[in-house]
């Protein structure tokens, strides 16, 4: 069974950070272009972050340029997100998803195919 699986969400205060770590199971990710995506409540998904297959480009929305950053490790299967300066709006369900292409620009929700099953990131005094 081909699944993702995310991990490392939490409380965390503003200006603090977090990594999320989404590894696969079933199928080597080092195929599939991987992102990362954010759902607050009464908000729709939003794609945050995307990674090639190789790990050479990389795309971020607006909202988390220069304090997220997006990396994989191949040996380890696994893709990580690294959130620092977190403010109380990056609040949200956050899920990792995978597809077997070489990159997805701009992060488009509806065009990745295996979706973990998210971790709540909360950024709370």
């Known amino acids: 069974q081909l699944q993702v699986v995310e991990s490392g969400g939490g409380l965390v205060q503003p200006g603090g950070s977090l990594r999320l770590s989404c590894a696969a199971s079933?199928?080597?990710?080092?195929?599939?272009?991987v992102g990362w995506f954010r759902q607050a409540p009464g908000k729709e998904r939003e794609g945050v972050s995307c990674i090639s297959k190789s790990g050479g480009t990389t795309h971020y929305a607006d909202s988390v340029k220069g304090r997220f950053t997006i990396a994989r490790d191949s040996a380890k299967n696994t893709v990580y997100l690294q959130m620092n300066s977190l403010k109380p709006e990056d609040t949200a369900v956050y899920y990792c998803a995978a597809v077997r292409a070489f990159f997805r620009p701009r992060c488009p929700t509806n065009e990745y195919d295996y979706w973990g099953q998210g971790t709540q990131v909360t950024v709370s005094s």
């Open positions: 079933g199928f080597d990710l080092e195929y599939y272009a």
